[in-house]
């Protein structure tokens, strides 16, 4: 009987030897690990700050909080995300202003941005949903032309470019997620990356409870003895050693992790092309995908509305209960937030207010991902999917 995860976590030798060195040290927050890991990522990302934090919606809270977003405030996010995109401008206060998305990228709808936008909007957050790019020339349009921040939420965007250049670093500040569904972990963590140097300044003092110098600084400083001082209203969303020594030995193979990724994504789209009820992930020249997901659309029907959502959806279920039963792992892309209970009932928002990201919620699909799939596991799983009798 096969077992096969939807996604795994991969750790070698190199991560191993590494996470000894912090223990060995004793030094295991906000040190040289920490350090070096946002080293490899500016390298790696082209970012020319970045910021490590405990995760990633910290990092977007950080961000958001940072850009002076604060009550009464109002911030656009896709509807379809994970839910962290929408809390983190809840704990601020502000309201999160759901856009609806488009079904062939799962993400933001770009022609629906201008109807959400009030006097009270002052960012927008575009999320790169699965390792895809949002369309970063029209939000950067709208941006310039309504003054908006942009926090781009990078959760999945580790080796995601737009036109070439890497998520992360169009709008105000991009924020990465080391969660294990991701491509990069570090068990938690998380890193902001952002190209305005003062910002930077600020966002390190806000991860560190506000404080003009680190912990490192001063303990290394000539007077190691003296307090920082506290010129922000901050947080303790520090990374610890003990994960940036994980997430700095992964950065060594980072492009060949995201090689790897690409390859299976590419192998999926060759076996799976010739299938008309399954829409698989788009990308083109402009869009290089990060591949943290493989996200299929289930569409047995040329179009899937609001009449027949409930239908595709239970068809659907019958496909993944199949694949389940076989031993191969799916879920849904991700969830439609606007249905989630605590957003319906505070904001009075039925599923169909947004309607493809209700239509994604209910029927998208993730298949099997990470680097150490076996290719006969990828047969069986490709054999099961093509032999499905609808
Ligand atoms: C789109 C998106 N935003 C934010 C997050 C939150 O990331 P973290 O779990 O690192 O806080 C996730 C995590 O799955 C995500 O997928």
């Not at 029209?138 to 942009?150: A, G, R, V």
């Not at 990465?176 to 990356?193: C, D, Q, V």
């Not at 090689?259 to 402009?286: C, F, V």
Request: glycine share 6%; aromatic share 10%; with cysteine.
């Amino acid at each position: 009987m096969m077992n096969i995860p939807i996604a795994k976590t991969e750790f070698t030798e190199r991560e191993i030897v590494n996470i000894l060195k912090p223990l060995r040290s004793g030094w295991v927050v906000q040190g040289p690990f920490v350090k070096e890991f946002e080293d490899k990522w500016c390298t790696f990302t082209g970012a020319e700050n970045s910021i490590a934090v405990s995760n990633c919606t910290t990092a977007l809270h950080l961000s958001l909080a940072s850009l002076g977003i604060g009550t009464g405030d109002e911030v656009i996010v896709p509807a379809f995300t994970w839910i962290a995109t929408a809390n983190a401008v809840e704990y601020l206060g502000a309201k999160p202003v759901f856009c609806d998305i488009k079904l062939d990228t799962f993400n933001i709808d770009t022609s629906k941005i201008e109807e959400c936008i009030t006097k009270k909007t002052k960012a927008i957050v575009p999320v790169h949903l699965f390792g895809l790019s949002a369309d970063m020339d029209e939000i950067e349009k709208l941006s310039s032309i309504y003054n908006l921040k942009i926090v781009e939420d990078a959760a999945c965007g580790f080796g995601a470019r737009y036109k070439g250049l890497h998520v992360g670093n169009s709008g105000e500040t991009g924020c990465f997620s080391f969660h294990p569904r991701k491509a990069i972990t570090t068990g938690e963590g998380g890193m902001i990356t952002t190209k305005d140097g003062e910002l930077a300044l600020r966002l390190r003092a806000m991860r560190d409870h506000g404080a003009s110098i680190s912990d490192h600084q001063r303990h290394f400083g000539n007077k190691p003895y003296l307090l920082s001082d506290f010129p922000y209203l901050g947080y303790n969303y520090r990374m610890t050693d003990i994960q940036a020594s994980i997430g700095s030995a992964q950065m060594d193979r980072a492009n060949d992790i995201h090689i790897q990724r690409s390859a299976i994504a590419d192998k999926y789209d060759e076996a799976l092309k010739g299938l008309n009820w399954l829409r698989t992930p788009l990308h083109n020249a402009d869009y290089e995908h990060g591949f943290q997901a493989y996200v299929s659309l289930f569409s047995p029907v040329d179009i899937v509305n609001r009449n027949n959502v409930l239908n595709i959806n239970s068809r659907r279920n019958s496909f993944m209960d199949h694949l389940q039963q076989k031993g191969i792992s799916t879920r849904p892309g991700t969830h439609a937030v606007h249905m989630t209970k605590y957003y319906a009932n505070k904001y009075k928002i039925a599923p169909e207010d947004y309607l493809n990201a209700y239509i994604a919620d209910h029927c998208s699909i993730a298949f099997p991902l990470f680097p150490s799939l076996r290719s006969e596991e990828f047969k069986f799983i490709v054999n099961e999917i093509t032999n499905y009798t609808l």
